[in-house]
């Protein structure tokens, strides 16, 4: 019967020595400080470990696998610092970032995971770059054990002069391709290992965006229901004309027109008409809206010539809505002459007699105003012409579905 091992406390000690100091020195300073087992010192002792304990943990996965990574400390300390940049309050006098706007904590999470996924992926194509060095010595050493082993089955015995079986041949093979395939997990498992963390972090971070867009949408839907509604019911209690003076901040002032009568005389009159003031600008009142004015080189001093010209656009940008099946809000623009916007290539029309989504028409919700004129006349005042265009929303999620529905 074989003698049991005795425990040995010098070896013992000498292993986990790091270990027993640190338990050592935690169990005197309990003892000469008051507070040190409190609950709220234990409390406040994993608050500062838990960042450290998280490296570790990364760091660790390393180290199993005899290498290392010196990076993760500076990556956690860059995102610490990306994130206390990005998070400054506008108000706060040193901000390191005077120009970026107030951004929530969730994008800023978002931003900080990519640009971390982003290094960790460099990182780890660097690791893997610097294992494949040393893979060569290990396809040499396997290909040395697989050839011994294939001689030795041709001959029957091995160098030592001992007998080979086939099994033995089998046997041997397999754990040759074991070792050599544990080797080089263990040569590449830093660098994939920091890889899918990378990845983990981009996709988690494109899945905080994505709930985020969906929630936004979601908001974005309820407000403009109840704008509508809210709109809805000042059409339907005070007319159309008093919601857009209401709606483009417009007021009715009475000016002084110079007319001719029937014998050709000219006269003044006074009128009352809508006006709006000086540098009066239509998107802050509507996202969509563009003012057809004399800036604009199709442009008339007769207003009726205007307001045919754009009911004529209006009609075409309905019949290309008919034909196409959908219509974009820059197309409208290019039409009219006005510069694309980002927005304008999203937003737009469908048609779908069937199940009709919005208005089956565009309509370029004409409004006519007066402006003081840069170029005097009309005693000062121009007659322009808001146009707020009744798009049914972004469109390009409906597109593909509309497109689908008309084929069959």
Not at 5 to 15: E, L, P, R, Y
Not at 27 to 35: E, F, H, M, Q, S
Not at 116 to 137: D, H, Q
Not at 146 to 158: D, K, L, P
Request: charged share 25%.
């Amino acid at each position: 019967m074989e003698k049991s091992k005795s425990f040995n406390i010098k070896k013992f000690v000498s292993d986990n020595a790091i270990i027993l100091l640190v338990i050592a020195l935690a169990i005197i300073t309990g003892l000469t400080t008051k507070n040190f087992f409190k609950p709220a010192n234990f409390k406040n002792l994993v608050i500062n470990m838990s960042p450290r304990f998280i490296i570790a943990c990364g760091v660790s996965g390393c180290l199993i696998t005899k290498g290392t990574d010196l990076s993760a400390g500076r990556q956690v300390g860059l995102a610490a610092c990306l994130s206390a940049m990005m998070l400054q309050s506008l108000d706060y006098s040193a901000r390191m970032l005077p120009w970026m706007p107030d951004i929530p904590w969730w994008l800023a999470l978002a931003i900080v995971m990519v640009a971390m996924g982003i290094i960790g992926a460099i990182t780890s194509a660097v690791l893997a770059c610097k294992a494949t060095t040393k893979a060569g010595k290990i396809i040499e050493e396997a290909n040395d054990a697989i050839s011994t082993i294939h001689q030795a089955n041709e001959n029957g015995v091995t160098n030592a002069g001992e007998t080979y079986s086939e099994q033995d041949c089998k046997k041997d093979l397999t754990v040759a391709y074991v070792q050599t395939g544990v080797k080089f997990a263990k040569l590449y498992a830093p660098s994939v290992l920091l890889g899918a963390a990378s990845i983990t972090s981009i996709l988690a971070s494109h899945n905080i965006m994505k709930k985020r867009n969906v929630a936004l949408a979601a908001a974005y839907a309820a407000v403009d229901k109840s704008f509508k509604d809210y709109r809805g019911r000042v059409l339907e209690r005070f007319g159309e004309q008093v919601e857009k003076e209401l709606r483009y901040n417009i007021k009715a002032q009475e000016i002084e027109e110079t007319v001719t009568d029937g014998k050709g005389k000219e006269k003044t009159v006074k009128k009352t008409a809508d006006v709006a003031e000086a540098g009066w600008d239509p998107s802050k009142y509507s996202p969509y809206a563009k003012i057809f004015d004399e800036s604009h080189p199709d442009w008339r001093k007769d207003a009726e010539q205007n307001l045919y010209y754009l009911k004529a656009l209006q009609a075409q940008a309905t019949d290309k809505l008919r034909s196409q099946g959908h219509l974009f809000l820059n197309e409208v623009y290019d039409m009219l002459g006005f510069k694309r916007t980002k927005a304008g290539s999203a937003v737009g029309w469908i048609y779908d007699p069937r199940h009709p989504i919005g208005d089956d028409f565009v309509d370029f919700g004409m409004f006519e105003v007066r402006r003081p004129a840069a170029v005097d006349f009309v005693n000062g005042y121009e007659r322009s012409f808001i146009l707020d265009f009744n798009v049914v929303g972004d469109i390009t999620s409906l597109l593909a579905d509309h497109q689908d529905e008309s084929l069959v």
